[in-house]
């Protein structure tokens, strides 16, 4: 069974996976994979771009998102006409032939991923380069046995291929929303944690304080955080949990300790500029 697996963390936001996807499906009709995707307003590989914190502790994440490709795909059983089927290798395909329009797998798909071409009133989506796969295992082509995106990504942050080949990577990673119970095919490491983060500073001689320890202590689950300042007073608390308390502390010889309170990870957390007093 085909799967995805796409490390975040590799990701540079180039865009190339949703060019390529463009050059090989707007204008060209793969039936009966699908018919030509439109020029524009479909995203069959689409790049979510995550602007995280706030100046100057800014961070961008991008996280490419095709077609899920579920084991229990909502979309299958939504679609009136049984347009909508799963391969016997995993790809979810939408039959562009018996496809009505009704838009009823629009509607289903939690991840926003089927499209509407108001040209061929049909919806489209991702699918996984079925047919380059399919050519390939039919002439013994290796150099088209993966889908462009796969191709094109020049960090090797997309990979394609059977489930007993990435097994390795997928033990260590997550899907999208897993609450959904959709039992996604791509799969994703180093998928976004929030941070909290500052700088620490002198007020009376005006100087960033390095090697201050800046402690978090999430208040959900007792686990403890720390790092300490560079020489410019920052600092990052990285990987903590979404939506969690944390109680944030910070230490440094010859100094006055501070406790900020308790800090909400419902998003990326910048706390500014923060001020410790020598002791007397």
């Not at 990701?11 to 039936?31: I, L, M, P, R, T």
């Not at 502790?57 to 490709?69: A, G, R, S």
């Not at 796969?150 to 942050?157: K, N, R, Y």
């Not at 800046?214 to 990052?236: H, I, M, P, Q, R």
Request: glycine letters at 6%.
């Amino acid at each position: 069974m085909k799967v995805f697996v796409i490390d975040v963390e590799k990701c540079a936001g180039c865009y190339s996976c949703q060019f390529v996807c463009k050059d090989e499906f707007v204008g060209n009709d793969w039936s009966p994979y699908a018919k030509p995707q439109p020029d524009t307003g479909h995203f069959w590989m689409k790049i979510v771009e995550m602007e995280r914190g706030s100046i100057p502790k800014v961070k961008v994440t991008y996280i490419p998102t095709p077609c899920m490709h579920c084991d229990n795909a909502p979309c299958i059983p939504a679609c009136p006409v049984k347009a909508i089927y799963k391969r016997a290798d995993g790809l979810v395909i939408i039959d562009p032939a018996k496809c009505n329009g009704c838009k009823a797998c629009i509607d289903a798909c939690p991840y926003g991923a089927i499209y509407f071409n108001n040209d061929l009133k049909i919806a489209q989506k991702c699918i996984g380069c079925a047919h380059l796969i399919d050519y390939a295992n039919k002439t013994d082509d290796p150099g088209l046995k993966t889908p462009r995106c796969v191709d094109s990504c020049h960090t090797d942050a997309i990979k394609f291929g059977e489930y007993d080949e990435l097994k390795d990577l997928i033990k260590n990673a997550e899907v999208l929303h897993p609450e959904y119970g959709t039992k996604p095919r791509v799969y994703y490491l180093n998928l976004p944690k929030p941070f909290i983060a500052g700088d620490i500073y002198d007020p009376e001689i005006d100087e960033c304080l390095r090697g201050a320890t800046v402690t978090a202590v999430d208040l959900n689950t007792s686990k403890t955080y720390s790092t300490t300042t560079d020489e410019f007073g920052d600092f990052w608390l990285k990987n903590l949990e979404w939506n969690h308390v944390y109680s944030v502390s910070i230490t440094l010889d010859g100094y006055y300790p501070k406790v900020i309170g308790t800090v909400y990870t419902g998003k990326d957390v910048h706390l500014g500029s923060i001020a410790l007093f020598k002791k007397k």
